[in-house]
């Protein structure tokens, strides 16, 4: 790792560190410092065409140092396995990489603190396409209140440290476990995001482009 692949994040302390997309050491958010046994950086590869974008780390991710492990674990990759792809093949990430306390959602104060890491990994991956996995990270990406439910699917241009990537928005994993009308939704979005990224059985074998067009 050169020097070039580090880099001072969020408040720009020393204490604030950034390797690549990783997250060396950072204790912007006293409550998250407190509750965390680890910071949890995205996983997959750091050139994936693919990202997918969750809230924060759960107690199963706490525990083991992965993005969506667990029960939404099993679902989002049994998802990407319709669309033709292994976990390994795509980027996995959160918007605030140290569990909450009581697995509450993170606070504003929290997202805008981790937003900076967010942005510097968005910027190493330069993914085709970022998946919003639920409310928060929607929110969080586009700026403004949406019902995830309904906009999901829906295919968005957003801004982040000062560029351009296009997203869709889909509900969480665990939606699906909670009401069962939520399973085809989730499968479906998965699918057209491998399609629009033109990844796993949604690209294109000619190496042509994806089918933007039904999009
Ligand atoms: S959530 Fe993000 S900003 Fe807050 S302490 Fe963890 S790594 Fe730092």
């Known amino acids: 790792m050169s020097d070039d692949d580090t880099a001072a994040a969020g408040d720009g302390s ?13 204790e912007q958010c006293p409550e998250l410092v407190e509750s965390r046994s680890r910071i949890v ?6 050139d994936a065409d693919l990202l997918l974008l969750g809230e924060a780390p759960g107690a199963n991710e706490d525990e083991q140092g992965e993005p969506f ?15 033709g792809l292994a976990r390994d093949d795509v980027r996995i990430t959160n918007c605030v ?9 993170p606070h504003t104060e929290e997202l805008a603190n981790c937003r900076g890491h967010l942005e510097r990994e968005l910027a190493v991956v330069d993914p085709k396409l970022v998946v919003t996995l639920g409310k928060v990270p929607s929110e969080h990406l586009l700026d403004r209140s949406i019902a995830v439910t309904k906009a999901a699917g829906d295919v968005v241009d957003v801004r982040l440290g000062g560029r351009g990537y ?15 009308s939520q399973r085809e939704t989730f499968f479906e979005t998965i699918a057209r995001a491998a399609e629009i990224a033109g990844v796993g059985s949604g690209g294109d074998e000619d190496g042509g482009q994806s089918s933007l067009g039904q999009f």
Do not use: F, W
């Not at 020393?14 to 950072?26: H, Q, S, T």
């Not at 990489?97 to 959602?105: F, I, L, S």
């Open 14 to 26: 020393a204490a604030n560190r950034m390797e690549g997309p990783d997250v060396i050491a950072c």
């Open 41 to 46: 950086d995205g996983v997959g590869p750091d």
């Open 69 to 83: 492990v667990g029960r939404s674990g099993s679902i989002l990759d049994e998802a990407l396995r319709d669309a």
């Open 97 to 105: 990489r140290c569990r909450p306390p009581e697995n509450r959602d």
């Open 166 to 180: 296009r997203a869709v928005v889909s509900v969480h994993p665990a939606a699906t476990l909670y009401d069962g």
